[in-house]
């Protein structure tokens, strides 16, 4: 007979996975087994999926007594009714923070599966060294506050047990898979983090006019990207795209592949869960060596890079500076490339290395800051597709439409001027050079339409696609900020650490915000003023060319 039980509590399902129950409802399991606090089974609707185990009751078999040894009767205890956790399940955005990029990790130490890359890594990337040891998950270490991972246990579970998890004072989240407990925030908030911090890996969030942001880089610098060349190896067998990087704080060129952005941008995502870290051009499985798919890759890793150089912890990480330091067939790069694995200020511990101002934060106006940030994103996301759907469909009627148009006016003045010819009289000469010449104006302004847009919107495009990447990593950002928030709401007994904690991870979410909109305003700014020059530019070109058609009907030419 298939195992029933009755919801307690309605839950809404919020992630893939998840079903929603409602109170009163019979739910069927598939298993009495429960996986880190969820149940799988079927509700009435019919749907499977993962639900709270504290969520619901399991339905015995209705036995008013039993036989014990003795041969006498005795009542059976009913089970406990489970109470409600008081740190519900927290939603989780499912926003990845990058392409194709793995999840980080949790706990005071994470692991970040790489995008993947084009093809193998070279030899001065990867000796066959065994692999470096996976950090420590979260749970690996000892806990500083007595937390419990499920609620009390039900009938039958063991007396002592019972008493150790009704003693804690701050629960888990029952999600396991939310980004806040993925990201370390909980295990931060909880103080399960625990690292040395050199001062050189201290990063400061400062009072600024606007609110909280990052204190500047007092050494800022610029990086350049050179046409990649295309690169062989195994005797020609292999082929791969180097791109020429040159940081202004060296003038040292050093050469690298996509993949190697790639490993850099894993690394990155790992070690900063509340920073947007911008994302990598998308890759593509064929046609790597066409020279439009070179080109729009190059200006893709140049925004990519300049919105690195100018983040003030971005810039200064000791992994990025590697990157851009450390030639391929030096020794010191593997020795740079083991330690970035190994860092163990990621996750929980990274929130270990920020130094907040002396005021704390007033966290009710920091939820509603958040609140309208998640608004202007939101909205700013939907207006970006309409956008860049826009421009595209523009620029393909530029390069289509709009020179097969004018041609085709310029391709029928041509053929007014050749009827005219039919006519011998000297005095009509001039007129028909004027016409065909106007034809061949008009052609040539059709081929100006198709080669503007590479001028003025395909950069549009290019910086769209740029935020859209960061849009995407901000829901994740919010909800480990948002959790921490609810986390202090649900125990405010724990006012002191907990409080503390919580003000460290809501002033790096704020600077992060601070930085957005200070580098949208420059970014969007400078685009727009390009724009405008080009199509200035464009115009003038086209006007001077008609004029020039113009003076060809002067009598006296």
Excluded at 15 to 40: A, K, R, Y
Excluded at 320 to 347: I, M, N, P, S, Y
Excluded at 436 to 464: H, K, M, N, V
Excluded at 522 to 551: C, N, P, V, Y
């Amino acid at each position: 007979m298939a195992l029933k039980a009755r919801v307690l509590y309605d839950f809404h399902s919020e992630n893939p996975g998840e079903i929603s129950i409602t109170e009163s409802e019979l739910v069927t399991l598939f298993s009495e087994e429960e996986l880190d606090g969820w149940l799988e089974g079927e509700n009435s609707k019919g749907e499977a999926g993962l639900f709270p185990a504290s969520y619901v009751e399991i339905i015995r078999d209705h036995i008013t007594s039993s036989v014990n040894n003795n041969g006498l009767s005795s009542p059976k205890v009913k089970a406990q009714t489970p109470t409600p956790q008081a740190s519900y399940p927290s939603s989780d955005s499912r926003s990845p923070r990058g392409f194709g990029a793995g999840s980080v990790g949790s706990g005071g130490g994470s692991f970040h599966t790489s995008q993947g890359s084009d093809d193998d890594w070279d030899d001065d990337w990867d000796d066959g060294s065994p692999a470096v040891d996976a950090p420590q998950g979260l749970g690996s270490t000892p806990p500083l506050y007595p937390v419990t991972t499920s609620l009390p246990g039900r009938g039958g579970a063991p007396q002592h047990q019972q008493q150790a998890k009704s003693s804690a004072t701050v629960g888990r989240n029952l999600n396991r898979f939310s980004t806040f407990v993925k990201s370390g925030g909980e295990a931060f908030l909880l103080g399960e983090a625990s690292a040395f911090v050199k001062d050189g890996d201290r990063i400061c969030v400062v009072m600024g006019t606007h609110g909280p942001e990052w204190q500047e880089d007092p050494y800022p610098f610029t990086c350049t990207i050179d046409d990649p060349t295309k690169q062989t190896k195994f005797k020609g067998m292999k082929s791969y795209m180097s791109y020429g990087l040159t940081p202004t704080h060296t003038n040292v060129q050093v050469n690298r592949r996509y993949k190697h952005f790639d490993w850099l941008y894993a690394r990155l995502v790992e070690r900063f869960p509340v920073i947007s870290v911008p994302h990598l051009p998308e890759k593509q499985a064929t046609g790597r060596f066409e020279e439009d798919f070179i080109s729009k890759r190059r200006k893709g890793l140049i925004w990519w890079m300049n919105h690195m150089t100018s983040h003030p912890v971005l810039a200064r990480c000791d992994v990025f500076q590697h990157f851009l330091t450390c030639g391929a067939d030096e020794k010191g790069w593997k020795q740079g490339k083991r330690k970035a694995e190994r860092d163990e200020l990621v996750g929980a511990n990274f929130f270990l290395t920020i130094s907040t101002p002396a005021v704390p934060l007033d966290l009710q106006e920091v939820e509603s800051k958040i609140e309208g940030f998640k608004t202007f994103t939101k909205r700013m996301d939907e207006n970006i597709v309409v956008v860049n759907t826009t421009i595209n469909d523009f620029a393909r009627k530029q390069i289509a439409g709009f020179k097969k148009e004018y041609q085709k006016v310029g391709q029928s003045f041509k053929l007014l001027a050749q009827s005219f010819e039919l006519d011998q009289q000297a005095y009509s000469v001039g007129l028909n050079k004027a016409i065909s010449y106007t034809g061949d104006a008009y052609e040539a302004i059709g081929e100006y339409f198709a080669e503007q847009p590479r001028q003025d919107l395909d950069p549009i495009s290019d910086l769209l696609d740029l935020y859209r990447g960061h849009l995407a990593n901000y829901p994740d950002i919010i909800h480990v900020q948002k959790g921490a928030l609810t986390k202090v709401k649900d125990c405010p007994k724990q006012e002191g650490d907990l409080h503390d904690r919580c003000n460290i991870i809501s002033c790096a979410t704020m600077a992060e915000i601070q930085h957005f909109h200070r580098t949208r305003v420059r970014d969007f700014r400078s685009q727009m003023q390009h724009h405008l020059l080009q199509q200035i530019g464009f115009f003038q070109k086209i006007t001077a060319k008609l004029e020039d058609a113009l003076q060809r009907y002067d009598e006296n030419q």
